[in-house]
């Protein structure tokens, strides 16, 4: 079973952040938060991962909290191309949790 | 990053028959992961595929229903036996990294 959740769906306007939240209150040490989304009719795409300390790249900025047991995803620009379902996967990847079990995501709806 | 290629990307099969989906990779890959994605729903891991051995099925799977082949490390079947119209489904090839997953395109396959 996945060990995330998520909101079912959310809406933001094109140009503003797109915030999404997830919990992962049951998290271990080793554990690595994933993020993934699925545009429709494709496969997933990877966005970011981390640890303990909050990442940046390219696509997003991922915010874990100081206990770990949350996160945020954020899309500081959204555009009308990120309307997607996007995935909040925990996983150790060279321990007894290392696959990726998708749980059932939220639907990000970016609004014109 | 690693480019995978799905055949075929579609199919509408009849109830009782197989069909065998292959799943190519741009580079060698130790294990490759094969997931179901019902629809509506989120992506269900199926099987993982070792060059070499056989293929470690989670539950809810088993070898008889959902054969897989691994005979080189970019290369790989899944197939789906006896089908009913339950087996519709879109059916994905996954590899990773060790950082990220990359997954083709699916295999949509609708049987009547």
């Known amino acids: 079973d996945a060990k995330t959740t998520q909101p079912t769906s959310m809406d933001c306007a094109e140009g503003r952040a797109a915030n999404l939240p997830c919990n992962h209150s049951?998290?271990?040490?080793?554990?690595?938060v994933y993020w993934y989304r699925q545009i429709h009719s494709q496969g997933p795409q990877y966005i970011i991962h981390g640890l303990k300390n909050n990442e940046t790249n390219e696509m997003a900025s991922l915010i874990i909290t100081e206990d770990r047991k949350s996160s945020t995803l954020i899309l500081p620009h959204a555009t009308l191309r990120d309307t997607a379902v996007y995935y909040c996967?925990?996983?150790?990847?060279?321990?007894?949790?290392?696959?990726?079990?998708f749980g059932t995501g939220t639907l990000l709806a970016v609004q014109p | 990053s690693a480019v995978i290629s799905q055949k075929p990307s579609r199919d509408i099969c009849q109830r009782g028959t197989s069909l065998t989906i292959q799943c190519q990779v741009d580079s060698q890959v130790t294990m490759m992961f094969w997931y179901r994605q019902q629809p509506g729903q989120s992506l269900t891991l199926i099987a993982t595929?070792?060059?070499?051995?056989?293929?470690?099925?989670e539950s809810g799977f088993v070898i008889d229903k959902f054969p897989i082949s691994r005979p080189n490390l970019t290369f790989s079947t899944l197939t789906v036996s006896n089908m009913s119209p339950e087996d519709s489904s879109i059916y994905l090839c996954?590899?990773?990294?060790?950082?990220?997953?990359?997954f083709g395109q699916g295999t949509r396959l609708t049987v009547v």
């Open positions: 996954s590899v990773e990294n060790g950082r990220e997953a990359f």
């Open positions: 049951t998290i271990s040490g080793n554990e690595y």
């Open positions: 996967i925990v996983r150790d990847p060279g321990g007894a949790t290392n696959k990726l079990i």
């Open positions: 595929a070792n060059q070499g051995s056989e293929a470690t099925y």
